[in-house]
């Protein structure tokens, strides 16, 4: 052919073997017919390459070029036998799971800093350095988010469930990310979201993002949250000592829509007993905001075991002190349940029935019916029609706050009362908690749920969210003995 025209040549050649080949295609100029100065200066341009799969099932020819992910089923088909094409081909496409957050390019440059300099010991070694994959995330050049939600300085992805698919065309013929340290291949990752998060949790769309961009120069532009801190103490969210992610506000940042979280830590004995009993965490988003109220006990199962009937009526006053102060809840301050199935009351009632997370009686004149005087921060309960002599048993959980010294405390009964505890015996206990159920950070919640130690209110619920004590697992866990041995020692019901 004349290389100065433009023309498509072909040959044909049969009887090809399966495999990798490569072809070259080489021009050798005629210039025979040119004058005397006419020359092949470059013959370095003489030649083409390009290499061909020859399919097992076709026969044909299958141009290699351009080596990309996109094309690895092809070359899967002409290599069957290449377990590693396999297992590429399930990492550049996938299921995931996101929660809202944006991919801006501030948080790409925010991420790639805390992995090279902040976080560079746990950062994976293909990540740092210069034949590193961060080259690649930094750069939008090299590296692009593909969702029609994305854009490069502002959006965010919804919560859910999305399919990834991940093409990287390679500028070579080795599916190699590098030319020594020389980015050499072009990396594109399509989002595409197959369905809502289900079940739904307020946490998808609080992306804490760990401790990237919190001390940038600009902090947070267009990703993950800040914090406006309503109490005096910040909120530890996480467990990691190295790395503490608390909620005090970010400097300069801008985070996603609806990402301001504003965070209180209560500690008050009356909420924590009467207005949130036994609540470790509440937790609403609004279209603007998200309120968080951390509210970390310690919980005490305690039995309560009343032994009466001598006298016309029974009783059990007592208080609870903190840090040596009486402390008051509402008009109460502890929810009772009867034990033992079968078993009766002083009044000849079933006990579970009776007592099934009843409320006791606050002190004071008009409040207490039968039992006498007792003041306005002491708390029990009483039988005024006495049928039945023996012995009661009710249970519950209180709840105390955290590096404070708190004690339960037995002021009077009729004919007699003991406190039970998992720490002690005695007409004054200390309501310690259970050892180990330590409430530090919003992660330890989330530990404790796992273990069934606390409940959730609120699943496949995007907008609230509240965590609270297991009142029947702690008791379960520490004073099941005692509850087992109740049936012999109870009122028993009257033979018929």
């Not at 019916?369 to 009483?382: D, I, S």
């Amino acid at each position: 052919m004349k290389v100065i025209s433009k023309a498509e040549v072909s040959c044909t050649f049969n009887d090809l073997s399966d495999g990798l080949y490569t072809a070259r295609i080489t021009i050798y100029p005629q210039l025979n017919t040119c004058e005397s100065e006419c020359k092949n200066e470059d013959t370095g341009n003489d030649a083409l390459f390009t290499k061909l799969l020859v399919g097992s099932a076709a026969g044909i020819f299958e141009k290699c070029e351009p080596y990309s992910t996109e094309r690895l089923e092809e070359f899967i088909a002409a290599n069957p036998n290449n377990t590693n094409l396999k297992k590429a081909l399930e990492l550049v496409s996938f299921n995931a799971y996101l929660i809202k957050d944006g991919y801006t390019l501030d948080f790409r440059k925010d991420f790639h800093e805390f992995s090279e300099a902040k976080d560079f010991f746990n950062a994976p070694t293909w990540y740092k350095g210069e034949s590193g994959l961060g080259k690649y995330f930094v750069s939008p050049e090299l590296l692009e988010f593909k969702s029609p939600f994305l854009r490069p300085e502002f959006g965010y992805l919804p919560a859910g469930k999305y399919h990834v698919r991940i093409n990287i065309t390679y500028d070579n013929d080795c599916w190699c990310l590098f030319d020594e340290t020389t980015p050499d291949a072009k990396i594109e990752i399509y989002l595409e979201r197959l369905a809502t998060p289900e079940p739904d949790s307020v946490f998808y769309y609080l992306p804490f993002d760990g401790l990237i961009g919190v001390d940038s120069e600009n902090g947070r532009q267009g990703y993950g949250i800040n914090f406006r801190q309503e109490s005096e103490q910040s909120i530890l969210i996480n467990e990691d000592i190295s790395q503490p992610v608390r909620t005090t506000t970010i400097a300069n940042s801008t985070p996603i829509p609806g990402g301001w979280l504003y965070a209180k830590e209560v500690q008050n004995f009356k909420t924590l007993n009467n207005d949130m009993r036994g609540v470790l965490l509440d937790i609403e988003r609004g279209s603007e905001d998200t309120y968080m109220v951390f509210s970390p006990s310690r919980a005490t199962p305690v039995i309560l075991h009343i032994a009466g009937g001598d006298r016309r009526k029974a009783y059990a006053f007592y208080q609870v002190t903190v840090d040596g102060q009486p402390q008051q809840g509402s008009s109460y301050l502890a929810a009772w349940t009867g034990i033992g199935k079968g078993c009766r009351d002083f009044s000849d009632a079933e006990v579970t029935e009776t007592f099934d997370n009843k409320r006791d009686v606050r002190g004071g004149t008009g409040r207490v019916k039968c039992a006498g005087n007792f003041g306005t921060h002491q708390y029990g309960v009483e039988w005024c029609d006495v049928k039945r002599k023996g012995s009661v048993f009710l249970k519950t959980v209180f709840f105390t706050p955290l590096q404070s010294a708190s004690i339960l405390e037995l002021v009077e009964a009729a004919d007699d009362a003991t406190f039970i505890a998992p720490n002690g015996t005695g007409k004054q206990i200390e309501l310690s908690g259970v050892t180990g159920l330590d409430i530090t950070s919003v992660e330890k919640i989330l530990e404790l749920v796992e273990q069934e130690k606390v409940c959730v209110a609120g699943v496949g619920n995007s907008v609230k969210a509240t965590f609270f004590w297991n009142p029947k697992n702690l008791i379960d866990s520490t004073l099941s003995n005692i509850v087992e041995s109740v049936p012999q020692q109870c009122i028993a019901p009257e033979a018929s």
